[in-house]
């Protein structure tokens, strides 16, 4: 049970005693913060509450700013990171007069790296909208004032629904205007069109332009300007260069097809080709340190440790989520990890944190039908795989020509750190894990 303070002293009247005063911090939560003194005097709080670690008179509620009778309630912009400042307000789902429960989201705030929603405090009616979209908010705007006494707006009417109007009485000849007077009705011959105008020859050297009217000016979301910087800062920093192979699929396949069903009933997810690449990856990380690694002004940081961030493409852009501790994995976790973090991604629920770090890059350009492309480096990482489509194309085997599925791998790396030597040879162990993953097993 908390410690009660004592009543408080008797004080003139209009004088708030001090041990009702609100002390308030801001802190790096979805909400303010407010340290309120718990005794009969005090407001009506919300749900959660903290307790300090030692007696006080005091508790730590998390609540938003309502008014003086508790029946309002500020929506305000949740903390949304380390590195994120501020948010562009994309577009509000609601409306006001709309009835909200409590934790629903009213609006979605844009950032350069995810889509984070703004919920409402309390269940009520929003009120009105404090923010327009496309404004630039920062952690703790009021975008909306929810009240929970206010009744919900009516359903409106379609304008082909609305009652007919009284059709107003007929105007008398005496009351029509002067101007229908003095302008009688004339019937004039019709008149001649002017011929039009031949157009202008223009110099064969200027360019025929599609009219204005046929084009579209929309701002760019903040998500794709970030995919623009960061790629252009890529482009502009590192000196890459990309190194191909290719890769015969047959025994990786043959082997997804021979344990797929023992593998889902063991696991609960299906196994599919992402997972061995990642374990390739790993394997070729290990082996090639370098690969691992970053420049960092004068030094190079190596890491003891494989993050390997897998790009995915969603409706709004390319999003980079990560998997932590790659090389501590087993096949079904990193196929558990994908999945999450895809699902994830497809309804834009990635945190800062999901997407944050990652030392390695693997992108696979042939869910879309690529055959072969020059991925780029996602800075501060030194290398990227690049996956491709799996195509029936004829190789020899043992002096004959059989058709095998084979598939294209490009590495782009950042020549600065890594020289083509070890580039060559952390591409060629990859092929060699995917072509045998028996290598896997025996560790050679």
């Known amino acids: 049970v908390p410690h009660r303070l ?18 308030c911090q801001k802190l790096q939560q979805s909400t303010f913060r407010c340290l309120i003194p718990v005794g009969p005097q005090s407001s009506k709080l919300t749900r959660r509450n903290n307790y300090f ?7 730590l509620w998390s609540r938003s700013f309502a008014s003086d009778n508790g029946d309002k309630f500020e929506a305000v912009v949740p903390f949304m990171g380390e590195s994120v400042t501020d948010g562009t307000l994309a577009n509000f789902l609601k409306k006001p007069g709309d009835r ?20 409402s405090p309390e269940a009520g009616v929003i009120e009105k909208f404090i923010a327009s979209e496309g404004d630039t908010v920062t952690p703790g705007t009021i975008v909306a004032i929810v009240s929970k006494s206010a009744a919900p707006a009516e359903t409106h009417v379609a304008p082909s629904e ?37 157009p202008s020859k223009t110099s064969p050297t200027e360019p025929q332009l599609p009219p204005k009217e046929r084009e579209r000016r929309v701002p760019m979301p903040r998500l794709r300007k970030r995919i623009a910087n960061r790629l252009k800062d890529s482009q502009n920093t590192f000196a890459m260069l ?20 023992e593998f889902v009933k063991k696991h609960g997810v299906k196994l599919g080709l992402m997972s061995c690449f990642v374990k390739a990856a790993v394997s070729g990380l290990q082996n090639q340190p370098i690969v691992n690694a970053v420049i960092d002004g004068d030094d190079i940081i190596y890491r003891d440790y494989v993050d390997v961030s897998v790009a995915v493409g969603t409706s709004k852009g390319l999003v980079v989520p990560v998997i932590r501790d790659a090389d501590t994995m087993n096949f ?19 945190s800062i944190d999901e ?6 890059t693997i992108s696979n350009g042939g ?13 501060p990482q030194s290398a990227i795989l690049g996956m491709h489509s799996i195509v029936q194309r004829p190789v020899v085997v043992d002096g004959s020509i059989l058709a095998r599925p084979m598939m294209y791998l490009a590495l782009t790396y950042d020549h600065r750190l890594i020289d083509g030597r070890e580039a060559v040879y952390f591409l060629r162990r990859i092929k060699d894990v995917v072509e045998d993953p028996r290598r896997l097993l025996l560790d050679i």
């Open 6 to 23: 004592p009543p408080p002293p008797t004080l003139q009247p209009h004088i708030r005693p001090p041990e009702e005063l609100h002390t």
């Open 53 to 59: 670690p030692n007696a006080s008179p005091y508790q």
């Open 100 to 119: 909200v429960e409590a934790d629903e989201a009213i609006a979605q705030i844009e950032t350069d790296k995810v889509t984070i929603d703004v919920s």
């Open 162 to 198: 609305e009652a007919p109007q009284k059709e107003s009485p007929p105007v008398k000849a005496e009351e029509k205007s002067p101007k229908a007077e003095e302008k009688p009705t004339k019937v004039e011959p019709p008149k001649k069109q002017a011929p039009k105008p031949t």
């Open 242 to 261: 990309t190194t191909f192979n290719e890769v015969d699929m047959t025994n990786l396949m043959k082997l997804r097809s021979d344990y797929k069903d």
């Open 332 to 350: 079904a976790d990193i196929e558990k990890g994908i999945n999450n973090l895809a699902k994830k991604a497809t309804e834009g629920a990635l």
């Open 355 to 360: 997407m944050a770090g990652g030392t390695f």
């Open 367 to 379: 869910v879309y039908g690529s055959l072969i492309s020059t991925p780029i480096i996602n800075p």
